[in-house]
Protein backbone atom coordinates (compact mmCIF):
# COMPACT_ATOMS: atom_id res chain seq x y z
CA UNK A 1 0.00 0.00 0.00
CA UNK A 2 0.94 3.18 -0.87
CA UNK A 3 1.12 6.32 1.64
CA UNK A 4 0.89 9.75 0.66
CA UNK A 5 0.79 12.89 3.06
CA UNK A 6 -2.85 15.45 2.46
CA UNK A 7 -2.15 18.56 4.19
CA UNK A 8 -5.14 19.92 5.78
CA UNK A 9 -6.62 20.54 9.12
CA UNK A 10 -9.90 19.92 7.14
CA UNK A 11 -11.22 16.53 8.97
CA UNK A 12 -14.30 16.56 6.45
CA UNK A 13 -11.79 16.78 3.24
CA UNK A 14 -9.38 14.19 5.09
CA UNK A 15 -12.46 11.32 5.13
CA UNK A 16 -13.42 12.29 1.62
CA UNK A 17 -9.65 11.61 0.75
CA UNK A 18 -8.74 8.73 2.46
CA UNK A 19 -12.30 6.56 1.02
CA UNK A 20 -11.37 7.56 -2.85
CA UNK A 21 -7.93 6.84 -2.51
CA UNK A 22 -8.42 3.48 -0.16
CA UNK A 23 -9.86 1.98 -3.77
CA UNK A 24 -6.83 2.10 -5.15
CA UNK A 25 -4.84 1.26 -2.14
CA UNK A 26 -3.42 4.85 -1.17
CA UNK A 27 -3.16 5.24 2.54
CA UNK A 28 -4.11 8.70 3.19
CA UNK A 29 -1.80 10.12 6.40
CA UNK A 30 -3.12 13.77 7.40
CA UNK A 31 -0.48 16.83 7.80
CA UNK A 32 -1.31 19.89 9.73
CA UNK A 33 0.81 21.89 8.15
CA UNK A 34 0.00 25.76 7.63
CA UNK A 35 1.25 27.19 4.16
CA UNK A 36 0.35 31.25 2.67
CA UNK A 37 -2.87 31.03 0.66
CA UNK A 38 -2.26 33.87 -1.50
CA UNK A 39 -4.27 36.29 -2.91
CA UNK A 40 -5.34 35.32 -6.32
CA UNK A 41 -8.26 34.65 -9.15
CA UNK A 42 -7.80 30.83 -9.25
CA UNK A 43 -7.99 28.23 -7.18
CA UNK A 44 -4.52 26.80 -8.91
CA UNK A 45 -2.86 29.44 -8.24
CA UNK A 46 -3.47 28.92 -4.61
CA UNK A 47 -2.80 25.56 -4.61
CA UNK A 48 0.76 25.40 -6.63
CA UNK A 49 1.99 28.40 -4.26
CA UNK A 50 0.84 26.19 -1.28
CA UNK A 51 2.75 23.08 -2.93
CA UNK A 52 6.19 25.00 -3.82
CA UNK A 53 5.64 26.49 0.03
CA UNK A 54 5.77 22.92 1.47
CA UNK A 55 8.16 21.39 -0.97
CA UNK A 56 10.63 21.57 1.14
CA UNK A 57 9.41 20.63 4.72
CA UNK A 58 8.45 17.28 3.68
CA UNK A 59 10.77 14.49 1.86
CA UNK A 60 8.24 12.70 0.39
CA UNK A 61 5.05 12.88 -1.68
CA UNK A 62 2.26 15.26 -0.89
CA UNK A 63 -1.17 16.78 -2.03
CA UNK A 64 -3.08 19.45 -1.15
CA UNK A 65 -6.47 20.84 -2.03
CA UNK A 66 -7.69 24.36 -2.45
CA UNK A 67 -11.83 24.37 -2.83
CA UNK A 68 -13.92 26.89 -3.46
CA UNK A 69 -17.64 28.42 -4.33
CA UNK A 70 -17.97 30.36 -6.76
CA UNK A 71 -21.79 31.68 -7.15
CA UNK A 72 -22.68 33.50 -10.83
CA UNK A 73 -24.94 36.31 -9.54
CA UNK A 74 -21.91 37.47 -7.06
CA UNK A 75 -19.40 37.46 -9.76
CA UNK A 76 -17.84 34.45 -8.64
CA UNK A 77 -18.27 35.58 -4.74
CA UNK A 78 -16.72 34.28 -2.45
CA UNK A 79 -14.04 32.20 -4.74
CA UNK A 80 -11.45 31.86 -3.74
CA UNK A 81 -12.38 33.64 -0.59
CA UNK A 82 -14.91 30.94 0.24
CA UNK A 83 -12.90 29.58 3.72
CA UNK A 84 -12.63 32.83 4.76
CA UNK A 85 -15.82 33.96 4.19
CA UNK A 86 -16.83 30.59 6.15
CA UNK A 87 -15.37 31.38 9.04
CA UNK A 88 -17.07 34.61 9.12
CA UNK A 89 -20.46 34.59 8.02
CA UNK A 90 -21.23 31.20 7.32
CA UNK A 91 -23.75 29.72 5.26
CA UNK A 92 -26.06 32.13 6.90
CA UNK A 93 -24.44 34.83 5.87
CA UNK A 94 -24.45 33.40 1.66
CA UNK A 95 -28.75 32.63 2.61
CA UNK A 96 -28.94 36.64 3.81
CA UNK A 97 -26.96 37.80 0.94
CA UNK A 98 -29.35 35.35 -1.60
CA UNK A 99 -32.56 35.98 0.27
CA UNK A 100 -34.57 37.86 -2.87
CA UNK A 101 -32.91 35.69 -5.05
CA UNK A 102 -34.93 33.03 -7.42
CA UNK A 103 -33.66 29.62 -8.55
CA UNK A 104 -32.23 30.70 -11.58
CA UNK A 105 -30.99 33.73 -10.11
CA UNK A 106 -28.46 31.13 -7.36
CA UNK A 107 -26.46 29.08 -9.58
CA UNK A 108 -23.15 28.05 -8.30
CA UNK A 109 -20.33 26.00 -9.21
CA UNK A 110 -18.14 24.35 -6.39
CA UNK A 111 -14.77 24.27 -7.50
CA UNK A 112 -11.45 22.13 -6.90
CA UNK A 113 -7.54 21.96 -7.47
CA UNK A 114 -5.72 18.91 -5.99
CA UNK A 115 -2.28 19.56 -6.35
CA UNK A 116 -0.10 17.01 -6.22
CA UNK A 117 3.72 17.67 -5.30
CA UNK A 118 6.79 15.12 -5.33
CA UNK A 119 9.90 16.34 -4.32
CA UNK A 120 12.14 19.00 -7.05
CA UNK A 121 9.16 18.79 -9.71
CA UNK A 122 6.60 20.68 -10.89
CA UNK A 123 3.02 20.35 -8.96
CA UNK A 124 0.61 18.41 -11.05
CA UNK A 125 -2.85 20.00 -11.10
CA UNK A 126 -6.21 18.24 -10.58
CA UNK A 127 -9.39 20.14 -11.22
CA UNK A 128 -13.07 19.54 -10.45
CA UNK A 129 -16.20 21.45 -10.62
CA UNK A 130 -19.79 20.44 -9.59
CA UNK A 131 -22.46 22.72 -11.01
CA UNK A 132 -25.40 23.62 -8.83
CA UNK A 133 -27.28 26.07 -6.62
CA UNK A 134 -27.70 27.47 -3.71
CA UNK A 135 -30.64 26.36 -1.66
CA UNK A 136 -33.26 28.38 0.57
CA UNK A 137 -32.54 26.88 3.61
CA UNK A 138 -29.52 24.91 5.05
CA UNK A 139 -30.60 20.92 5.17
CA UNK A 140 -28.34 18.19 6.39
CA UNK A 141 -25.84 17.30 8.96
CA UNK A 142 -23.77 15.28 6.53
CA UNK A 143 -20.33 17.28 5.28
CA UNK A 144 -19.02 20.69 6.43
CA UNK A 145 -18.71 23.96 5.13
CA UNK A 146 -21.13 24.88 2.35
CA UNK A 147 -22.63 21.71 1.84
CA UNK A 148 -25.83 22.43 3.65
CA UNK A 149 -26.71 25.08 1.23
CA UNK A 150 -25.63 23.60 -2.23
CA UNK A 151 -27.69 21.76 -4.29
CA UNK A 152 -25.57 19.57 -7.40
CA UNK A 153 -27.51 20.01 -10.67
CA UNK A 154 -29.47 16.90 -11.15
CA UNK A 155 -30.57 16.02 -7.40
CA UNK A 156 -32.77 17.75 -5.11
CA UNK A 157 -30.82 17.49 -2.14
CA UNK A 158 -27.94 19.38 -0.69
CA UNK A 159 -24.55 17.43 -0.12
CA UNK A 160 -25.04 17.62 3.45
CA UNK A 161 -27.96 15.30 2.99
CA UNK A 162 -25.71 12.65 1.36
CA UNK A 163 -23.20 10.35 2.81
CA UNK A 164 -19.65 11.20 2.10
CA UNK A 165 -19.93 8.59 -0.82
CA UNK A 166 -22.59 9.59 -2.44
CA UNK A 167 -21.48 13.13 -2.21
CA UNK A 168 -18.16 11.82 -3.72
CA UNK A 169 -20.03 10.85 -7.36
CA UNK A 170 -20.98 14.10 -8.17
CA UNK A 171 -18.86 16.39 -5.90
CA UNK A 172 -16.26 19.02 -7.23
CA UNK A 173 -13.76 16.97 -4.93
CA UNK A 174 -14.76 13.51 -6.09
CA UNK A 175 -14.26 14.68 -9.67
CA UNK A 176 -10.90 15.94 -9.33
CA UNK A 177 -9.58 13.25 -6.97
CA UNK A 178 -10.83 10.58 -9.80
CA UNK A 179 -8.19 12.59 -12.02
CA UNK A 180 -5.57 12.00 -9.36
CA UNK A 181 -6.57 8.37 -9.26
CA UNK A 182 -6.15 7.95 -12.88
CA UNK A 183 -2.62 9.49 -12.79
CA UNK A 184 -1.42 7.23 -9.94
CA UNK A 185 -3.07 4.02 -11.90
CA UNK A 186 -1.04 5.39 -14.82
CA UNK A 187 2.03 6.49 -12.81
Request: proline fraction near 3%.
Amino acid sequence: MKTIYFITSNKGKLVEFQQMLSTIDVKVVQKNLGYPEIQADKLEDVACYGAEYLQNKLNQPFILEDAGLFIKILNGFPGVYSSYVFRTIGCKGILNILEDKQKDERKAVFRSAVSYKKQDKPSIIFVGECYGSISKQESGTHGFGYDPIFIPDGETRTFAQMEVKEKNIYSHRGKSLKKLIDFFKNE
